[in-house]
């Protein structure tokens, strides 16, 4: 799976391989259609997953893994996705030693 970017691509990156590159006017109107499950800006270029690409991973007959926050679970669960969902959180510090 390749993430979308609104940033210009690399000599040594190729489409569709290391990231899916579309304009900063796509990638806004994207957002505005929720398209993506989660996306954020970084040095004036926009990041996202988007559900086309989940979709794609899953439609291979692969399992798609991603680590999300938790109200990105919102998304993914009005999707037609359906996810499975694993919640994992530390324990307090010393909870977890292991006994002798």
Known sequence: MFTDTSRTCMKYEAEGLDYHFISREQFESDTFYRKFVE????????????????????NSGKICVLKV???????LRISDLKPNRVFVALSELGEAETED
């Open 39 to 58: 996306y954020g800006e970084f040095e004036n270029d926009y990041y996202g997953i988007s559900l086309e690409a989940i979709k794609a991973v899953v």
């Open 69 to 75: 926050r938790s109200e990105t679970l919102k998304v």
